[in-house]
Nanobody, 131 residues
Framework: EVQLVESGGGLVQAGGSLRLSCTAS????????IGWFRQAPGNAREGISC????????YYADSVKGRFTISSDNAKNTVYLHMNNPKPEDTAVYYC????????????????????????WGQGTQVTVSS
């Protein structure tokens, strides 16, 4: 059974820090790009960051670039999203997702922008940033 389990969400003050974790099981972790999406009430789902071990690259949306960092521990099948200096507008449900082997930076970026064909999704974790 494929599972993506997010953890680490909660309430954080603006300017603080928070680390989200996504632990995967049921598929070959190294063959997939792992990404983070978020959705605030009334907003479309936004791809904010992803990592590909195969391509050894990362992607960040402009909205989080310079503040969030994605990392991967392949031995633990876990991807982390380090949220530094969060802002109230970062408040959303954060979802972990996996997509099989994007073969280029362009395809990785397209996945972030158009996640409709994503292979697997986690259940989401709420992040609330207080001002």
């Amino acid at each position: 059974e494929v599972q993506l389990v997010e953890s680490g969400g909660g309430l954080v003050q603006a300017g603080g820090s928070l680390r989200l974790s996504c632990t995967a099981s049921g598929f070959t972790f190294d063959d997939y790009a792992i990404g983070w999406f978020r959705q605030a009430p009334g907003n479309a789902r936004e791809g904010i960051s992803c990592i590909s071990s195969t391509l050894n690259i990362t992607y960040y949306a402009d909205s989080v670039k310079g503040r969030f960092t994605i990392s991967s521990d392949n031995a633990k099948n876990t991807v982390y999203l380090h949220m530094n200096n969060p802002k109230p507008e970062d408040t959303a449900v954060y979802y972990c997702a996996a997509d099989w082997g994007p073969t280029s930076t362009l395809l990785l970026t397209q996945w972030m922008l158009y996640p409709g064909e994503t292979d697997y999704w986690g259940q989401g974790t709420q992040v609330t940033v207080s001002s």
